[in-house]
């Protein structure tokens, strides 16, 4: 605890009026750019599984969760303190089959818990608007399915995508709804990926990262302006085969 009040005395003295004028010209909305930075640095070196970076960018992201309690302190709005017994007590109430002394006490389910403490209309309510689309369906999913609301195996999850699909493409016959039924065939998609325990979003950028590696390829053996779509995709079949090969 040392090093945290440490921070804590640091992060105050940056905030002075003797200190840095950057911090102190801070605000809590004016970080929320640098919040959403050092929050996706923690996720790649997690993806990366660099675990110097890791113990790195968790304290530039702690840094900024000191910032924003010393923002707040400075407005009489709540301490280090408050946050800590908030988080030790939401933490104790909804694991009371493991804390209570009452040996009887039966686990309840985490939403329901949720829904109860916050006083919700709704098991959905409390996902974040600003999330991303992919993240934000995908936490939605799994609370609907936390009470129950769920497909029982892949199977009917796939055909749930094949209804969206086939959907979709009579959208895109009829031109009406497309943009609609195309949130539909996403919204499946990220459904099946929940089933099969992944992460869309990694994968949708592990895609991204493999079309970049393979166009870079595509760019050092042809100028790619002077070929047609026909010839560059022959290129990208031959180098996608070779690549499969060397797996």
């Not at 945290?4 to 809590?28: M, S, Y």
């Not at 804390?99 to 098991?123: G, I, L």
Request: glycine residues 2%; contains cysteine.
């Amino acid at each position: 605890m040392d090093k945290f009040n440490e921070l804590i005395k640091i992060v105050k003295k940056l905030r002075a009026p003797d200190g840095c004028d950057w911090d102190r010209e801070q605000t809590h909305k004016s970080l929320i750019p640098y919040l959403l930075e050092e929050t996706h640095e923690v996720i790649e070196s997690i993806e990366d599984n660099d675990y110097d970076a890791l113990k790195e960018e968790l304290g530039d992201l702690m840094l900024h969760v000191i910032f924003q309690v010393d923002l707040a302190s400075d407005k009489n709005k709540f301490s280090v303190d408050d946050v800590l017994d908030g988080i030790n007590k939401k933490l104790v109430n909804r694991h009371l089959h493991i804390f209570s002394k009452d040996k009887n006490q039966k686990k309840e389910n985490w939403e329901t818990t949720k829904k109860k403490e916050k006083k919700r209309d709704s098991v959905l309510d409390g996902v974040p608007k600003s999330l991303p689309a992919l993240l934000q369906s995908r936490r939605i999913q799994e609370k609907a399915a936390s009470v129950g609301f769920d497909w029982d195996n892949n199977k009917k999850v796939l055909d749930k995508v094949d209804e969206e699909i086939l959907e979709l493409k009579e959208a895109i016959i009829k031109k009406d709804g497309i943009d609609e039924e195309f949130g539909d065939v996403l919204f499946s998609l990220v459904n099946l990926s929940r089933h099969l325990d992944i992460d869309p979003e990694s994968s949708l950028k592990k895609s991204t990262i493999k079309f970049i590696k393979r166009f870079k390829e595509i760019e050092k053996e042809v100028d790619i302006e002077k070929l047609t779509l026909d010839e560059l995709d022959e290129i990208w079949n031959r180098n996608k085969q070779n690549n499969n090969l060397k797996r």
